[in-house]
């Protein structure tokens, strides 16, 4: 295929997750990218998602996940989007130090960035904040 | 049909959950909470988690297997896993759990850890 793109607007609840995972999973499909690869990119969308619906919207239903998928010849590229007030993601801590490892929680964004060739956040100019992750064929 | 399904059953005084489903935000991390809580709760403090029909396991899910250790930890008991499937396996190597937890590939071997 030479290039695909899919927009989804979800709101900001727990099972959005897995519909958004169930949709990009779909997408993904039709991509024709390798099974491996699209583990990755469902491990690191529902992370993406999660963390837009808890921490970005803090399960505001008035605020919406927006999410647009792409695909071309060369990769796989999602951004999700939030309402909320955004971070640096530079003072998340690494789960990985030996005082985080026993921490219930802080590991999805170690997992996009793990599963994915590309992640990188930006505060959008009308408010909200975008994660964009990209996974090369 | 529930996104987790726990099955208890009992081996000398080791307390086996069967798991099957997935361990994600929501449902099933609930569901793992939930079963942890009720064991300690009755005084089963040792407790084998067998992860073999676990298809799926999202961080919010490893962070819930984090929880129930240090919980039956603090209660003087113990955790262990059972039939990690490849995929989990290479999540607990790269957050470096997999030197926290005690993991077993059968079942016998498993059980007479716990002695």
Redesign the interface.
Known sequence: MTGETTELSLPSR??T??TAAAAVADFVGRSGISDDAA?GID?AV??AV?NAVLHGNRQDEDKTVNIILKSSPDAVEISVHDQGPGFNPEEVPD??AQEN?????G??I??MR?FMDEVDWSIRPGGGTTVRMLKRR | MAELNINERQAGDVTVLDMSGKITIGEGSVALRTAIRRLLEEGKKRILLNLAQVSYIDSSGIGELVSSYTAINKEGGQLKLLNLTQKLQDLLTITKLLTVFDVYESEAEALNSFK
């Open positions: 727990i099972d997750v897995a583990f491990m529902r992370e999660t789960p990985t490892i026993l921490k219930a929680s590991r999805g170690f997992f793990s």
